[in-house]
């Protein structure tokens, strides 16, 4: 068994007007920004998927444009969270997924399915989209991961029901949502939303030189200390854990400094 789980970081897409000239060399081709983000980040979050089907041509183009190693995590569609019955969801699951998101190959890392900040926790419902979220297709492995954004989920039942089908739930640096650090599944997602643009690596280095410390206690299967858990009395054996850290939201100009300036620490540990 390996040590610890390889840790990756990254943005939310990589079309954003003020990154040109301040992330993106100027002149550089719009159509070549994916290929320079890949080479200076090791993942990227597509958001875009969220609001409108994307085509297996589209997901095949994308992954030729990144280097080995590289991976997508991919947001799954509004139409299969933002309802008020989950269990119902199966269609839009399925749909999502034979969209051609598998084209990405081994640059296919996890699927976010992300709800509304007003979706409640219901114990039975909540069971059951999870039931509807398939652990492979074919021969693909697939990773689900989580993003709820309202306190009713910060409850023991909803700990015990990501360990039943480990499924993560994203960890969440925001100023209103819930911050759950309650490890399940293999592998770790968090997405930090408080950067500042004002700061040029969007965080001071303090709070770099922490987070970077807490992904490597994630990659070898721990909990940061600092972090609030839901369920303490809950922890299973520790095991090495991807880690997937996405610079996102506040700070977004300065978001891939600050990818990277996380990475340079990791890799430096």
């Not at 991976?71 to 699951?93: C, H, M, Q, W």
């Not at 721990?222 to 996405?246: I, N, Q, S």
Request: charged share 25%; net charge positive.
């Amino acid at each position: 068994m390996a040590k610890r789980g390889r840790i990756r970081a990254g943005i939310g897409g990589w079309t954003f007007e003020p990154w040109r000239g301040v992330f993106y060399p100027k002149g550089l081709p719009h159509a070549r920004e994916l290929e320079y983000a890949s080479r200076q980040l090791t993942s990227i979050e597509i958001n875009g998927t969220f609001y409108r089907t994307q085509t297996p041509a589209t997901f095949a183009k994308w992954a030729r444009e990144v280097p080995d190693g590289f991976v997508f995590s991919v947001k799954g569609p509004r139409y299969a969270t933002n309802r008020s019955v989950l269990g119902e969801a199966g269609d839009s699951i399925k749909r999502f997924i034979d969209s051609g998101v598998l084209e990405l190959g081994d640059r296919l890392g996890p699927l976010l399915w992300q709800f509304a900040p007003s979706k409640r926790f219901d114990a039975a419902d909540f069971g059951r989209f999870l039931e509807l979220l398939p652990p492979a297709v074919g021969g693909t492995r697939l990773r689900h991961v989580v993003e709820v954004r309202h306190r009713s989920f910060c409850t023991p039942d909803f700990v015990a029901l990501l360990r039943q089908f480990a499924t993560p739930v994203v960890f969440a640096e925001h100023a209103t949502y819930p911050a759950i650090a309650d490890p399940a599944g293999d592998f770790v997602y968090a997405r930090l939303q408080q950067g500042n643009d004002g700061i040029k690596t969007g965080y001071v280095p303090s709070a770099l030189d922490a987070w970077a410390k807490r992904a490597l206690v994630w990659a070898e299967g721990r909990t940061p200390e600092d972090l609030p858990l839901v369920d303490a009395a809950a922890g299973g054996k520790a095991k090495p854990r991807d880690v997937f850290v996405y610079f996102i939201h506040e700070g977004k100009v300065r978001a891939p400094a600050a990818a990277m300036a996380f990475m340079e620490r990791v890799d430096a540990a």
